[in-house]
């Protein structure tokens, strides 16, 4: 079965510094893999998505992501964070299983950015 | 486009009572999803239904839940009788197409059981 882990619950990083948010799957194929951020209070928005062609995917918000076979990762990128950046940050992936599509959510990094 | 709509925001009730939670969808988007989120489970998907059909509902926690979709812009999820582990955030999503597409969430209702 498909599984998704972001090892990092936490992340405090200072605004203007860089950013990496891991995610890691498990799927015998190549899954379709997504990034989505919750700010408090709200829905999960679309950063960026990927599924086939170049590995590296950018997104809204300056926010990139490497999708990296060998490593079954799906790492999240920003070079300088903004205090807006400060939110929670899912890694979800989607794949077949049964004839369906099941998406699976990670269980989220929280980001703090230090002023 | 307003986006997903979801009511109410906020509801809290008494353990027993009926809960229903509302969604909108986007016009035009095929899919709509119901899930759960906490802090010990996280997301969790508990049903989605693909042209007002429901297609999986192995996510529903149990009997208590129930979910509807009368037609292509309406959908509700019921929990009848209400307990208090149901608190949760409950976000609606809906997408056109799935696989490759990302989903559009609602703000979702957050639902306190006392």
């Known amino acids: 079965a498909q599984s998704v882990t972001q090892p990092d619950i936490h992340i405090t990083v200072s605004e203007g510094a860089s950013l990496e948010l891991r995610c890691n799957y498990s799927y015998g194929a190549t899954p379709y893999l997504f990034w989505y951020v919750q700010s408090p209070g709200q829905g999960l928005q679309l950063l960026l998505k990927?599924?086939?062609?170049?590995?590296l995917v950018q997104g809204i918000k300056g926010f990139e992501a490497e999708f990296k076979r060998s490593q079954s990762s799906f790492n999240l990128r920003k070079p300088s964070v903004h205090w807006s950046d400060a939110a929670e940050y899912f890694c979800?992936?989607?794949?077949?299983?049964?004839?369906?599509?099941?998406?699976?959510f990670g269980t989220g990094t929280r980001l703090k950015v230090l002023a | 486009d307003a986006g997903v709509i979801q009511s109410p925001r906020h509801e809290v009730t008494e353990m027993g009572q009926e809960v229903t939670l509302r969604c909108k969808p986007i016009s035009g988007h095929d899919y709509l999803f119901w899930y759960r989120q906490t802090m010990m489970r996280g997301l969790e998907l508990l049903i989605y239904?693909?042209?007002?059909?429901?297609?999986?509902d192995s996510g529903m926690p149990e009997d208590r839940f129930s979910a509807k979709m009368p037609n292509a812009s309406f959908s509700t999820l019921k929990i009848q009788p209400s307990e208090p582990r149901d608190s949760a955030v409950y976000f609606c999503a809906s997408s056109r197409g799935q696989g490759t597409v990302g989903y559009t969430f609602g703000s979702g209702t957050r639902l306190t059981v006392v």
């Open positions: 979800a992936v989607g794949a077949k299983t049964s004839g369906t599509y099941k998406y699976i």
């Open positions: 239904f693909n042209n007002n059909v429901p297609i999986d």
């Open positions: 990927y599924f086939s062609g170049d590995t």
